[in-house]
């Protein structure tokens, strides 16, 4: 119980309302001028399957069929987007969401933070933002799929292979 008790027994500056931004400095990119940036977090699952279609796209992952994406969001038991805010335009600039059995497990999918905006801390937020929400539902089991290459960022946030042998099986069609 002490990986819980270090995430959620200090108060976050990331809350579990149901939108909430996050302030970040950032290079506007033209004459080295900096402007304000707002980053929102998000739980709200009206998201442009398009434009989640870009932000994956972005960072090399295969295109699913847009039926079966919205589909996976709808069925979902949290989803959490991230967006880039710059005056009345909104860009989706990261993605994840969870299924759960909605007592005690919860597994963690299709975590995106597009390219330009990684090595921020925001994938961290993002994933703290996730966690939260998960454990503010008494989600007591939270587990993830994670490919080799971004194993140490989640070992970084306290996750870790299972200590007791690989438990997990694999069924696919043949």
């Not at 998000?42 to 589909?71: F, H, M, N």
């Not at 933070?113 to 925001?122: D, Y």
């Not at 490919?147 to 069924?171: A, C, N, Q």
Request: charged share 25%.
């Amino acid at each position: 119980m002490g990986f819980w008790k270090a995430w959620f027994s200090a108060p976050e500056a990331i809350t579990t309302t149901r939108t909430n931004p996050f302030e970040e400095q950032v290079d506007a990119g033209d004459n080295s001028t900096v402007s304000n940036v707002r980053i929102i977090f998000s739980t709200e699952r009206d998201i442009d399957l398009y434009e989640l279609e870009e932000l994956c796209d972005a960072v090399g992952w295969s295109r699913r069929p847009l039926r079966k994406v919205k589909k996976a969001i709808e069925h979902s038991f949290l989803v959490a987007s991230m967006w880039q805010v710059r005056g009345n335009h909104r860009r989706l600039i990261g993605f994840a969401r969870a299924t759960s059995d909605h007592a005690f497990n919860a597994t963690i999918w299709d975590v995106v933070v597009h390219p330009e905006f990684q090595s921020r801390g925001l994938g961290k937020a993002l994933m703290k933002y996730m966690l939260k929400k998960l454990r503010s539902e008494e989600i007591s089991n939270v587990t993830l799929f994670a490919d080799p290459h971004v194993v140490d960022f989640y070992r970084t946030l306290g996750f870790m292979s299972d200590p007791e042998g690989i438990k997990g099986m694999f069924w696919y069609p043949q």
